[in-house]
């Protein structure tokens, strides 16, 4: 499929409009676009600068803030599932063939 594949989706972040090349879904695209302005505005109104490319670092960084936090939160999750995992296997081996003639 290639290219054929790839649509253009026009997105408005931070009051510019973009025309995103993208395989996936275009209502996906557009709510990571509001994320972006969102983002973006709120560094906006918290910071007194105009510098856009500065918006953009900040808020850039508070994402990357959010998804680093997000990944920690979810490696500790996957790790105490598997130590409880570990823990209930170690309660059935014991039963493993005790009713077995």
């Known amino acids: 499929m290639g290219e054929d594949s790839e649509r253009i989706t026009a997105v408005k972040?931070?009051?510019?409009?973009?025309?995103v090349?993208?395989?996936?879904d275009p209502e996906y695209v557009r709510q990571l676009a509001q994320y972006v302005?969102?983002?973006m505005t709120e560094v906006f109104e918290l910071t007194p600068t105009v510098d856009s490319l500065k918006v953009a670092?900040?808020?850039a960084l508070n994402i990357a803030?959010?998804?680093f936090s997000a990944k920690q939160k979810l490696n500790a999750l996957?790790?105490?599932?598997?130590?409880g995992s570990e823990k209930m296997?170690?309660?059935l081996e014991p039963f493993d063939g005790a009713e077995s003639p």
């Open 57 to 59: 670092i900040l808020a």
């Open 13 to 19: 972040i931070y009051n510019r409009t973009y025309q």
């Open 37 to 39: 302005d969102e983002r």
């Open 65 to 67: 803030d959010e998804y």
């Open 78 to 83: 996957e790790d105490a599932v598997a130590e």
């Open 21 to 24: 090349r993208s395989g996936g």
């Open 89 to 91: 296997i170690g309660l």
